[in-house]
């Protein structure tokens, strides 16, 4: 079974140096501090020449929850046609109610612009008030996959939902493990989830640039030999 790593990146030096230690897929974000915003446009431009692994974009205007107002939203909708326009692989976006529940129309709005790009649920799914439920929704709406911690914390807290929704959900949609994934974890949620992608940062405490020693050590915990 093939494994695939993929790493959260905040600028375009540390995307650059999680390819370099063999990433197969970068999610570009920009803000480490928050958890992830739209990144700069010139990051985007330069990474889509040099980069020859897939690049994820995610779209996510400011700090904070999930429920987003109109002008916010016509943000999103011009930063993910602008990806579409400039050949970026994948879009990670996510629009909820103020019930904590997904926001079918908007998402579905936002999925119409992503022709041609694969699509990701980032985490928040993971506060919504009913987490299956939510999965089901998002396998309805047609995303590519879901990045997930199980509704918890971090991963390791939330390993059993996470498993569940492997077992219930995986054939429809991707389960991405993500959030606290790290080497010394990795290969326990692995074996744990039965997954086959998983979301790492990949940092060491006080940087915001990947380790390129840690991503590798993870590769090798995925069954990636030749790292």
């Not at 501090?33 to 985007?44: A, Q, R, Y």
């Not at 020859?52 to 999103?76: A, K, S, W």
């Not at 993910?80 to 996510?94: E, L, P, S």
């Not at 904590?100 to 709005?109: G, L, R, W, Y």
Request: net charge negative; charged share 25%; aromatic share 6%.
């Amino acid at each position: 079974m093939t494994r695939l790593l993929e790493i959260a990146c905040f600028s375009y030096e540390a995307a650059l140096c999680a390819a370099k230690a063999g990433a197969h897929r970068i999610e570009l974000c920009h803000n480490y501090c928050v958890g992830g915003l739209t990144p700069l446009k010139e990051d985007i431009l330069k990474l889509r020449k040099e980069l020859n692994i897939p690049l994820h974009v995610i779209i996510r205007p400011r700090e904070g929850n999930f429920v987003y107002t109109e002008q916010e939203l016509d943000h999103m909708k011009h930063d993910i046609a602008f990806c579409r326009d400039h050949d970026v692989q994948g879009i990670v976006f996510g629009v909820l109610t103020d019930q904590n529940t997904i926001d079918t129309e908007m998402n579905k709005t936002l999925l119409s612009l992503c022709e041609g790009m694969s699509t990701t649920f980032h985490r928040a799914i993971d506060a919504c008030a009913d987490y299956d439920a939510s999965l089901e929704t998002l396998v309805s709406l047609g995303f590519k996959r879901v990045l997930t911690s199980g509704g918890e914390a971090t991963v390791m807290e939330g390993t059993g939902k996470i498993k569940q929704a492997q077992k219930k959900w995986g054939h429809k949609i991707i389960i991405l493990p993500g959030g606290g994934i790290r080497s010394g974890n990795l290969k326990n949620i692995a074996n744990e989830t039965e997954c086959r992608e998983f979301h790492s940062a990949a940092i060491k405490a006080g940087s915001e640039m990947p380790s390129e020693k840690e991503i590798q050590t993870m590769l090798r915990l995925l069954g990636n030999q030749d790292v």
